[in-house]
């Protein structure tokens, strides 16, 4: 059966014409899909045809298990269910640019980097492009709020789900459908530098965010298993490939772990890497500095916010533009994976 949720307009007005249909009904039902609406809900169909959508097509939006609000900031934690049964999160933050959903790609992580708790289980699938894009539907629909940018920051790695995650962000810009600009959209990866060459082709003017970490590839290895794949240099070669393509800023994840990647060396050589390769080209770039949130796990924690600040302030004497990264819903355990882990602990003790 197909899923109605990754289905453009255009394949829904195919089927439609094999039954018989006329053509205004694809437009109708887009409309009532992206709304949130169950076919037995789309009331501007005949019955008739409500019942054959039903009988026909899978229609899997996910379905909220758990909502937790921060009292800070306002910012929401969702823990959606999908049909199989598998938990992911979102989060909806709330800037003055408008509303944010953070989304999930994947149903775990494989790409096992040290300090994230969304890779401590592994893999366990990759979502559908109408579970990515049912994130951003039930979000919207649950809290009655227009979301209006987008960033690929959840559980997962994006561009290890390339061909659901392009379709999703296809989807999500329609016009005619949530039409959420590229513009408005980040996608942030480990550093799948392949990925990241064939994203550049696909002539979409998103915004790439690399998350970095560490400037050698002794410490980024160290931390991020990917780099031994892709290196630093490989990484900064596709980064240089993305702007001549697209034009678009970079923006550099750099996640401050104490006494692991915070020093005032390490500021140093992330000025120096940044400004000879990418800087090179006069592709404007932006550092966001994010200090670590701590994983029980993982036994790292995050650097203070005056170290943090003094990390900034020197990339920014050095020619390289960087903001400490506020840290929202903390009440609420909004970083990633985190809530995911919590439930799975607590099904396991059979609660
Ligand atoms: N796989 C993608 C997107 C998901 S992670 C990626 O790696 O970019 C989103 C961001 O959160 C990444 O920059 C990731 O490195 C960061 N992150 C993961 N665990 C973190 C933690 N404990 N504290 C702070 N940032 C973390």
């Known amino acids: 059966m197909?899923?109605?949720?990754?289905?453009?307009?255009?394949e829904i007005g195919a089927i439609m014409r094999e039954w018989g249909e006329p053509s205004f009904r694809a437009a109708q039902i887009f409309r009532h899909v992206t709304a949130g609406d169950r076919p037995s809900a789309m009331t501007t169909l005949p019955k008739a045809l409500r019942t054959r959508i039903e009988n026909e097509f899978s229609w899997r939006?996910?379905?909220?298990?758990?909502?937790?609000?921060?009292?800070?900031?306002?910012?929401?934690?969702?823990l959606f269910r999908l049909f199989d049964g598998e938990c992911v999160e979102s989060v909806?933050?709330?800037y003055h640019h408008g509303n944010t959903l953070c989304v999930s790609s994947q149903v775990g992580c494989r790409m096992g980097c040290?300090?994230?708790a969304s890779t401590l289980g592994g893999r366990v699938r990759d979502l559908y492009a109408s579970e990515i894009l049912g994130q951003v539907i039930a979000a919207t629909r649950e809290?009655?709020?227009?979301?209006?940018?987008?960033?690929?920051m959840g559980i997962g790695e994006p561009l290890d789900n390339y061909d659901n995650v392009l379709r999703f962000l296809r989807l999500v810009n329609r016009p005619d459908g949530l039409s959420i600009g590229y513009r408005h959209i980040s996608l942030s990866t480990c550093g799948l530098a392949d990925g990241i060459r064939r994203l550049a082709e696909e002539n979409l003017p998103i915004t790439l965010s690399i998350s970095l970490h560490a400037a050698t590839d002794e410490k980024r290895s160290a931390i991020m298993p990917v780099n031994r794949r892709y290196p630093i240099a490989e990484l900064m070669d596709a980064c240089r490939a993305y702007y001549r393509a697209t034009g678009r800023r970079i923006s550099f994840e750099y996640t401050l772990i104490a006494g692991q990647n915070?020093?005032?060396?390490?500021?140093?050589?992330?000025?120096?890497?940044?400004?000879?390769?990418?800087?090179?080209?006069?592709?404007?770039?932006?550092?966001?500095?994010?200090?670590?949130?701590?994983?029980e796990e993982t036994g790292f924690s995050g650097t203070g916010v005056a170290e943090a600040n003094a990390f900034a302030a020197r990339l920014t004497s050095l020619g390289i533009t960087a903001t400490v990264r506020r840290r929202l819903g903390s009440d609420v355990n909004a970083a990633c994976g985190q809530l995911?882990?919590?439930?799975?602990?607590?099904?396991?003790?059979?609660?």
């Open 2 to 10: 197909q899923d109605l949720l990754a289905l453009f307009p255009e």
């Open 61 to 78: 939006l996910p379905s909220v298990e758990e909502k937790l609000s921060s009292r800070i900031d306002g910012t929401v934690k969702y």
């Open 92 to 94: 909806l933050m709330r």
């Open 114 to 116: 040290r300090f994230c």
């Open 143 to 152: 809290s009655g709020e227009r979301i209006s940018h987008i960033v690929m």
């Open 262 to 295: 915070d020093s005032a060396e390490d500021a140093a050589t992330l000025a120096a890497l940044l400004r000879r390769t990418v800087g090179a080209e006069d592709a404007p770039i932006h550092v966001n500095l994010i200090r670590a949130n701590r994983v």
């Open 340 to 351: 995911r882990r919590s439930r799975q602990r607590r099904e396991e003790a059979g609660q």
